[in-house]
């Protein structure tokens, strides 16, 4: 289904379907963010113990950001 059709679709719906569609939609939102992040930190951890990364102060990334 294509944006558009889904958007027609929650169109039909009463005002109180709209309002439940919206909440599940937010959950799932949180939920995958909430994955994504753990994916992400998950990814960290196995780069810094396969000695990909290093810790670095703030002042090392600006400098490594901006050079």
Known sequence: ???AEV???ADRLSIE??????????RRL???RRQ???RD???AR???ANG?????????ILKEITS
């Not at 379907?17 to 937010?26: G, K, M, S």
């Open 1 to 3: 289904m294509i944006l």
């Open 7 to 9: 958007l027609d679709a």
């Open 17 to 26: 379907e709209q309002e439940t569609l919206i909440e599940v939609l937010r």
């Open 30 to 32: 949180t939920e995958m």
């Open 36 to 38: 994504q992040i753990v």
């Open 41 to 43: 930190v998950q990814d």
């Open 46 to 48: 196995e780069a810094f």
């Open 52 to 60: 990909e990364c290093h810790p670095a102060t703030v002042p090392e």
